[in-house]
């Protein structure tokens, strides 16, 4: 006996196909974006915090202050007075003669300054140390002015933010989930008036 229904061309296939794409294709934007938003609010919360709290950002560059801040990490530092720093702190200095680099080491040690004059108005000198080190720094750090105190530091998060300096970049940066959210929300439109032109396509045929 033959069948009154027609026969279900293997267009169906396809359109399961590009569907199943588009379900993909949405999930996987789905997580960018929520991956992006977070980074973008992290640069934007340093960014905040950079122009009202004077906040300076740094990325570890050796692994002299490992294991709690490995090579890659991301270190916020705040400038106060020389007087303030303590035995323990973390700061950021450029050793002698190295204006060039810049070094973030422990103060094991300070020590008092002789023949404090007008020209060599230095009271003390910070001995420094890397946690990872095995002995001090050859060099003393003059506690002249205001030195850069580490208030915290994540490792390796400085790999994120070592490009991110200008602020060209930052702007590309926060676009990006802007961008990824409009691409989310066309998906999210485009699937389910696909799927419904399809099952309206397969019950006219098996109507028909």
């Known amino acids: ?8 061309e293997p267009q169906g296939s396809t359109n399961f196909i590009i569907l199943t794409i588009g379900r993909i294709c949405s999930l996987t934007t789905k997580l960018i974006l929520v991956f992006s938003c977070i980074v973008a609010l992290i640069i934007l919360t340093f960014t905040i915090s950079q122009m009202a709290f004077g906040f300076k950002l740094g990325v570890v560059q050796s692994g002299s202050m490992a294991p709690g801040m490995p090579t890659g990490s991301l270190i916020v530092t705040k400038t106060i007075s020389s007087d303030q720093i303590k035995v323990g702190d973390v700061i950021t200095f450029h050793p002698p003669d190295r204006g060039d680099i810049s070094i973030s080491h422990r103060v094991v040690r300070i020590d008092n300054a002789t023949g404090v004059t007008e020209t060599n108005p230095v009271k003390a000198y910070f001995v420094t140390k ?35 300096h200008s602020p060209q970049l930052r702007a590309i940066a926060l676009s990006i989930p802007a961008s990824l959210l409009i691409l989310a929300l066309l998906l999210e439109m485009w699937i389910p008036k696909k799927r419904e032109a399809n099952g309206s396509k397969i019950r006219s045929q098996f109507s028909g």
């Not at 990872?132 to 580490?150: E, Q, S, T």
């Open 1 to 8: 006996m033959e069948s009154n229904h027609p026969t279900v």
């Open 130 to 164: 890397g946690d990872a080190n095995p002995i001090a720094d050859p060099w003393k750090v003059g506690a002249r002015g205001d030195v850069d105190r580490r208030v915290y530091s994540i490792p390796y998060a400085g790999f994120i933010f070592a490009d991110f």
